[in-house]
């Protein structure tokens, strides 16, 4: 008996906004892409990570030129002692 309007226990199923558009998607196996509202929001969001237009805030990465730096430092540490 439930629905997109009607959880299994007669309550008002979760709602989130899109993270793409700000519409709202009910939180169900019936929203196939939440939590966005349509597969274009979703590429466009997948579009954007691609790009580096979003990041998640962190050290930065070391570069080849930087791990390469610290490879030939520590081998010379190592035949120094």
Do not use: Y
Not at 26 to 31: I, L, P, Y
């Amino acid at each position: 008996m439930s629905d997109a309007t009607t959880s299994h226990n007669g309550k008002t199923p979760l709602t989130v906004a899109c993270p793409q558009c700000r519409t709202d998607v009910v939180w169900s196996a019936a929203s196939e892409f939440r939590p966005f509202c349509s597969k274009r929001c979703q590429l466009l969001d997948l579009g954007a990570w691609a790009d580096e237009s979003h990041s998640i805030a962190g050290e930065p990465a070391m570069d080849e030129t930087s791990i390469d730096e610290m490879v030939a430092r520590m081998e010379r540490d190592m035949h120094q002692q």
